[in-house]
């Protein structure tokens, strides 16, 4: 599967985005999909994930009551939107997917084999 990020730009603080990871592929709705994101100088860390089997959902506690991911398996996509954005939000925002993620690996990075080429949030304050 081919994965593809966008939505990303430059917002203020408090303001909102919506990331879309549009996927290749008629076995999209078998994948488990995640966000991970990465601020300059950090690493990579994980912002949430929706599960292909039910739809669970899990978040960062960062981002917790934040931002909600969703999928539209019609459409292969799957989005974030990111409400009440803070400076420390701004990072490269990536879309993983795997089918064979188990669910205590969720947030692990090393869980998912399909990455798409990321893109940039910046928020401003």
């Known amino acids: 599967v081919q994965l593809q990020a966008s939505g990303g730009g430059l917002v203020q603080a408090g303001g909102s985005l919506r990331l879309s990871c549009a996927a290749s592929?008629?076995?999209?709705?078998?994948?488990?999909v995640a966000w991970f994101r990465q601020a300059p100088g950090k690493e990579r860390e994980f912002v949430a994930v929706?599960?292909?089997?039910?739809?669970?959902?899990y978040y960062a506690d960062s981002v917790k009551g934040r931002f909600t991911i969703s999928r539209d398996n019609a459409k292969n996509t799957v989005d974030l939107q990111m409400n009440s954005l803070k400076s420390e939000d701004t990072a490269v925002y990536y879309c993983?997917?795997?089918?064979?993620?188990?669910?205590?690996?969720?947030?692990?990075?090393?869980?998912?084999?399909?990455w798409g080429q990321g893109t940039q949030v910046t928020v401003s304050s």
């Open positions: 993983a997917a795997d089918r064979n993620v188990i669910l205590s690996q969720n947030t692990r990075i090393s869980a998912y084999d399909y």
């Open positions: 592929g008629r076995t999209f709705r078998s994948y488990t």
């Open positions: 929706i599960r292909w089997s039910g739809g669970s959902t």
